[in-house]
């Protein structure tokens, strides 16, 4: 049983929380986009199936996660994979790395595109849950229980979030990576004897994380920012209308 | 010069107080103004946009833009002015300002706080990015 009166108990609770919202929440998205030019009854089934692909996905995963992690160099791999997302979710779509480039308007190609992203989301989510987790198997069962409902239910959420609240993203951002700085120190090939080296060791190399991704993501933003500007998505109705029309 | 204004609209109550500034200003004008009726939304992370196609993820931001602009389209057209439409994604402030510099506009009209971050009282962040990046004249509507 974990000790519930630990302040680090309730950080890790409240950073798998924010980490299945986020992750989740994309999931969810990506599921509702893959899907929304479907007609109706395919669009529930594609749904439907999607959601018990990205949960099934997570549940199986979670057995594999704590074992993977106790096994030397995975758990660098885990962080550098964290810190990488971190940066991929700070950064805003861009043109040329979109998936999928010939569309999903069909069944077959939103199934497609809900196989690949479930199964890379998933992986995603477990590992961020279990670098938060820090070695609880409770932890990682809640973390994974918290974002069923998210995944369900929190596409309008996080995307509502995201608009309102654009910061939310850069904090995201920086939470895996500050996971992921923490797993990389603490990986069971590194001796404890270096980590113990250096006064609050794990804490410098998560700060470090979170500033990495950050100063990645945000760099990377505004240098597509400078290369491309907005868009505009309604050239074919720059021509004024003509007042009137609708009386 | 002929007068060119972006209207800058989020949906919010605050912005349809900006429609309907324009409006009364548009019927009092001797001269026609031009108006460009603007929605700018965030893009979305790349986290979900690896997955899914660029024709789709656009899809959604038209019909979302739509959706914001529907009752601020509406009443420009109950006044019978002429406007265009543009939905644009990136970060609002600067984009705003680009696309004004872009089309030559002359004076740009948004709402004093719309839905945007809690950061100001009384003036939405998006609002006081856009006056503190912008050479234009910017008037703001409460």
């Known amino acids: 049983m974990p000790d519930l009166t630990s302040a680090s108990f309730w950080i890790s609770v409240l950073q798998i929380i924010a980490i299945d919202i986020l992750l989740g929440g994309d999931n969810a998205v990506v599921i509702a986009l893959a899907c929304r030019k479907l007609p109706e009854a395919q669009r529930n089934k594609g749904i439907f199936w999607g959601v018990f692909g990205a949960i099934g996905l997570r549940i199986l995963l979670i057995y594999f996660a704590l074992q993977l992690l106790a096994i030397p160099y995975l758990k660098i791999v885990g962080a550098l994979l964290l810190l990488w997302i971190g940066v991929k979710l700070i950064l805003p779509e861009n043109e040329d790395a979109h998936g999928n480039v010939q569309g999903s308007s069909t069944l077959l190609g939103a199934i497609k595109t809900i196989i690949v992203a479930d199964a890379v989301m998933s992986v995603d989510n477990v590992i961020a849950v279990a670098g938060a987790a820090h070695g609880s198997i409770i932890l990682v069962v809640f973390g994974i229980a918290v974002s069923i409902p998210i995944v369900v239910w929190g596409s309008k959420l996080v995307l509502a979030l995201m608009d309102r609240f654009p910061v939310v993203i850069t904090a995201g951002g920086a939470l895996l990576g500050w996971i992921g700085g923490g797993m990389l120190v603490t990986d069971p090939a590194l001796p404890a004897s270096w980590r113990d080296a250096v006064p609050y060791g794990a804490y410098l190399a998560s700060g470090l994380g979170a500033l990495l991704v950050v100063t990645v993501g945000k760099w990377l933003a505004s240098r597509k920012r400078a290369a491309a500007a907005s868009i505009d998505l309604t050239p074919a109705r720059t021509t004024p209308t003509q007042g009137g029309s609708a009386q | ?142």
């Open chain 2, 1 to 142: 010069m002929k007068p060119w204004w972006l209207l800058a609209v989020d949906g919010s109550a605050a912005a349809l107080r900006a429609v309907d500034h324009v409006v009364r200003e548009s019927l009092a004008s001797a001269v026609p103004l031009k108006i460009l009726l603007v929605n700018v939304q965030h893009a979305l992370p790349s986290d979900i946009t690896r997955f899914v196609s660029s024709s789709i993820v656009q899809d959604y931001h038209r019909e979302t833009g739509d959706a914001n602009l529907a009752s601020a389209r509406a009443r420009l057209e109950t006044a019978g002015i002429a406007y265009s439409q543009h939905i644009l994604i990136g970060e609002p402030a600067p984009t705003i300002v680009d696309f004004a510099r872009e089309h030559g506009c002359t004076q740009i009209v948004m709402g004093a706080r719309g839905l945007g971050t809690v950061s100001g009282l009384l003036l939405g962040s998006v609002t006081q990015r856009v006056v503190h990046l912008t050479d234009l004249p910017v008037v703001i509507v409460k």
